[in-house]
């Protein structure tokens, strides 16, 4: 049985899903966008700090010298696009997309009280790994819910590239399942398939590989049947 360790370099793409406010995949015209236009995302776990338990005796002592556990909230996820989807935009922050007189989407508006949620998957290159025409290792990340997301920090209108940045975070209880996708292949007869393991209560994160190429990039929304 062998492991496979991740040397994880660069960002081939990435998926975003849209979901309900329960945390359901929509199925539909404009449920999925897949993207590369992108310079990164970074994740970042947020704790709970633990409870330290400390009591000391009459003689200034400690009697009791212990600490809780660290209790994982959420993930954080940011990220950093250069090449802004008005779909992205729809789907993660919920806002109106614009439309010309022939329905093609032309951008977006910020509106107040609308939110939005949706999964976040990436897929990354492996250094160092052995590679044969159809056995290539990729490296799949997923955040199955995120939700409350907004605009992070300022969006820049300058002499120079204007960069667009969305943060939200995870959210646990996420029915996902195996999820709507084919995101790897069966190591022993090839077959394209889901997850091999439904998404459990307690996940935000999973950080796997995979020999299945991702997804084509695109601009614009993809039908999720």
């Not at 614009?98 to 910020?110: A, H, I, K, R």
């Not at 290539?136 to 819910?145: A, E, H, S, T, V």
């Not at 300058?158 to 996902?176: D, K, L, R, Y």
């Not at 022993?188 to 393991?197: A, D, E, Q, R, Y």
Request: proline residues 6%; glycine residues 8%.
């Amino acid at each position: 049985m062998a492991t496979f360790c991740q040397k994880s370099f660069k960002l081939k793409a990435i998926r975003g899903t849209l979901l309900d406010t329960c945390g359901g995949v929509v199925h539909g015209a404009s449920s999925t966008v897949v993207s590369k236009g992108l310079t990164k995302v970074t994740l970042t776990p947020v704790y709970e700090s633990p409870t330290d338990y400390l009591v000391r005796n009459g003689n200034d002592e400690l009697e009791v010298n212990e600490q809780g556990t660290p209790l994982l909230r959420w993930w954080q996820a940011v990220v950093d696009f250069v090449n802004v989807d008005p779909y992205w935009v729809n789907m993660a922050l919920g806002w109106p997309l614009l439309t010309d007189e022939s329905g093609n989407v032309t951008g977006w508006v910020s509106d107040e009280g609308v939110t939005s949620c949706f999964a976040l998957e990436g897929w990354q290159d492996l250094a160092s790994q052995a590679c044969s025409v159809g056995s290539k290792l990729y490296g799949y990340r997923l955040m199955p819910w995120l939700l409350n997301a907004q605009i992070n920090g300022d969006v820049v209108m300058e002499n120079g590239v204007t960069s667009f940045s969305i943060q939200a975070h995870t959210h646990n209880a996420s029915p996902w399942g195996v999820g709507p996708y084919n995101v790897r292949l069966n190591s022993i007869n090839s077959t394209p398939g889901p997850l091999k393991t439904a998404i459990s209560a307690v996940r935000h994160f999973v950080f796997d590989t995979t020999t299945l190429a991702p997804p084509t990039a695109q601009c614009g929304a993809i039908n999720l049947p």
